[in-house]
């Protein structure tokens, strides 16, 4: 079971602070919903986060919104062999249920997670697909109990995708953790959870194009494709 972390995620809610800028204002008054009810997404908030601290690393929600959609269309999730969780700014954790089937359309992605904010849970009655709690990191880490942490930064050790999979991959409750924001770099706190960090290009690679090739290359390391082949060839 390989558990995948988005960390430092992209994914706040609007902070009070900006609640009454104009565009911030103009935003929420078009999808008719207060400002402390929105998300912060650059795309509609870029002028009111310019004296925004640590503005280069906020409110990108679509970066969370391909990786996951990535994460949970894989055979690896299909089989039941992925966990995913989304450590969010503000230290809150996203524990996205295996089976959850995320809106492909970007603006039903954002009222669905301005309504987990609301809520801390979606959908509100039944079992929960996504559920919001406050939890640091290094928390969410001591719960996993993982037996390897890997944290793929450009800053690491530099490795191909397979060379650095393979070290993990006969692990039995490995972590692999992946940057859900723009641009920067991981906190200090967050590297020291790490076994291993990681560079696999020389590029800044987006968050979903990692997700993508780790899940892959832990699959073809297990075998799963084949595995999964085999079994459809003999069901025909």
């Given amino acids: 079971m390989l558990t995948l972390i988005i960390a430092e995620s992209a994914l706040e809610i609007v902070p009070k602070e900006l609640w009454n800028h104009p565009a911030v204002r103009r935003y929420a008054e078009r999808r008719r919903k207060e400002p402390s009810k929105t998300l912060l997404d650059r795309s509609y908030h870029h002028s009111a986060m310019k004296a925004l601290s640590n503005g280069e690393k906020r409110g990108r929600p679509d970066i969370i919104h391909f990786a996951l959609l990535e994460a949970l269309g894989s055979p690896l999730n299909i089989e039941g062999l992925l966990k995913v969780y989304v450590h969010a700014l503000n230290d809150y954790v996203i524990d996205v ?6 809106p492909r359309n970007y603006e039903r992605f954002i009222g669905l997670i ?33 037996d390897y942490v ?44 790490a076994d291993e960090v990681v560079c696999i290009d020389p590029e800044v690679l987006e968050a979903w194009v990692v997700v993508t090739r780790v899940i892959y290359e832990y ?9 999964r082949l085999s079994e459809r060839y003999y069901q025909l």
């Fill in 219 to 227: 699959e073809r390391m297990i075998s799963l494709p084949w595995k």
């Fill in 150 to 193: 890997m944290i793929f930064d450009e800053g690491g050790v530099r490795r191909t995708v397979e060379e650095a999979v393979r070290r993990f991959s006969d692990r039995r409750r490995p972590v692999v953790i992946v940057g859900g924001f723009p641009s920067g770099r991981f906190t200090e706190t967050t590297l020291k959870l």
């Fill in 97 to 102: 249920n295996p089976k959850t089937r995320l």
């Fill in 114 to 146: 301005e309504q987990l904010f609301e809520l801390h849970k979606v959908p509100p009655s039944g079992p929960a697909l996504l559920r919001l709690e406050r939890k640091s990191l290094p928390d969410l880490i001591k719960c996993i109990e993982p």
